[in-house]
């Protein structure tokens, strides 16, 4: 990463393939340096190497939080919440890791509106340790 926000931080998964995913921690605008190099295919050619900033700015919730989509219910109806997530982890892994979601209270899907409900990611690693990072899922709900 070449510049971003004074006290600010971002992570970048999978920083050397062509889908790494940037995980900002506050809004504000990140310069990003991205080079691509087409390897050469034979004897007498040479690799190409192209270098370039782009510029992202980072608006709404960039807090650093996983968020899932959205999910719709009818009213009474107990949502199905993911069992895993892609996470950006703070070490720069992205990993599909297993989400242990906290309770919903019935009340929360009885009425008609909105809730979100938190969980904790049990990261799928060999040094295995469970870590609150604020995973987060807004539910909107549809009447009946």
């Known amino acids: 990463m070449a510049d971003q ?9 999978d920083a050397d393939k062509a889908d790494a995913v940037m995980k900002a921690y506050t809004p504000g605008e990140y310069t990003l340096e991205l ?3 087409d390897k050469k295919t034979g004897v007498f050619d040479e690799d190409t190497v192209t270098t370039k900033q782009v510029t992202v700015d ?5 807090d650093g939080i996983d968020r899932t989509d959205t999910i719709i219910t009818g009213k009474g ?9 892609e996470i950006v982890h703070p070490d ?6 297993q989400i242990v979601w906290d309770e919903i209270p019935e009340d929360s899907y009885n009425n008609e509106g909105t809730f979100s409900v ?3 990611v049990k990261r799928n690693r060999t040094q295995g340790y469970s870590k609150r990072y604020g995973c987060f899922w807004e539910k909107s709900k549809c009447s009946t």
């Open 35 to 37: 080079t691509v190099t």
């Open 92 to 97: 720069g892994t992205l990993a599909a890791d």
């Open 77 to 85: 109806e107990k949502p199905s919440l993911p069992d895993t997530m």
């Open 5 to 13: 926000p004074e006290g600010t931080k971002a992570v970048i998964a």
């Open 118 to 120: 938190s969980g904790t």
């Open 58 to 62: 980072m608006t709404g919730d960039v």
